[in-house]
């Protein structure tokens, strides 16, 4: 196991509705990505936290905000859910400076309707 | 163009078979490459990061060609358990990292 956790696991919402994805990273580490997955493609780059500030933006619009907080969690929240929304949410853990690996929370299944 | 790019796949191999996965990915600056397995609806998880010298672990052999901005993995004597979608990642120096789409590959008996 990774030390990384999300929550929730899986979760259901309807179209327009806002949503909050959590994860914990794992100790030692300062530095939170997320990722959208679509069913058949890699990770997409959401965006990324350090230091509780954001470090780093894909090509997702801002209703996609998160934030970090003093122990490194996160939070990813979207808000006016489309049914494209719907996809694997993935976080990840890594320590910002030195060229190591991130290591991925087991995800988030979110499913809009 | 995306910025890393992979054999699309799927690679459908007998058990022992050696099979190749390449990538490229197109920034330059990139800093650090990696390799990372995904099974059927889990999360990524790291198979082995990539130097320019060349490492191998195991059955599992990576490779990274920064003149030709070009990664590989070679997976030795394929185990049934080996099928699962192999993941390229590239890192830039801001620690954002790039995934390709993935190479499915399926080990048979």
């Known amino acids: 196991e990774t030390g990384v956790t999300q929550s929730p696991t899986h979760l259901i919402k309807t179209r327009g509705q806002q949503v909050t994805l959590r994860c914990s990273s794992q100790?030692?580490?300062?530095?939170v990505s997320w990722y959208q997955q679509a069913l058949g493609q890699g990770p997409q780059f959401i965006f990324q936290y350090y230091r509780e500030e954001e470090n780093g933006r894909g090509n997702f619009p801002p209703r996609f905000s998160g934030l970090q907080f003093p122990n490194y969690s996160s939070e990813l929240n979207v808000n006016a859910l489309e049914l494209d929304d719907s996809a694997l949410y993935l976080c990840a853990s890594s320590f910002r400076g030195g060229f190591t690996e991130a290591f991925f929370g087991q995800g988030t299944r979110l499913t809009v309707v | 163009r995306k910025e890393v790019e992979q054999d699309p796949g799927p690679f459908n191999v007998p058990e022992g078979a050696t099979v190749a996965f390449n990538c490229t990915y197109s920034?330059?600056?990139?800093?650090?490459f990696f390799w990372y397995r995904q099974d059927c609806r889990k999360e990524p998880k790291l198979l082995m990061s990539?130097?320019?010298s060349g490492n191998e672990d195991g059955r599992f052999t990576a490779q990274l060609n920064r003149a030709s901005q070009y990664i590989s993995l070679l997976i030795r004597d394929s185990k049934l358990s080996d099928s699962a979608t192999y993941l390229c990642v590239v890192r830039g120096n801001a620690g954002k990292s790039t995934f390709g789409d993935g190479t499915t590959l399926t080990v048979k008996p």
């Open positions: 920034n330059s600056a990139s800093q650090s």
């Open positions: 100790s030692g580490h300062n530095t």
């Open positions: 990539v130097y320019s």
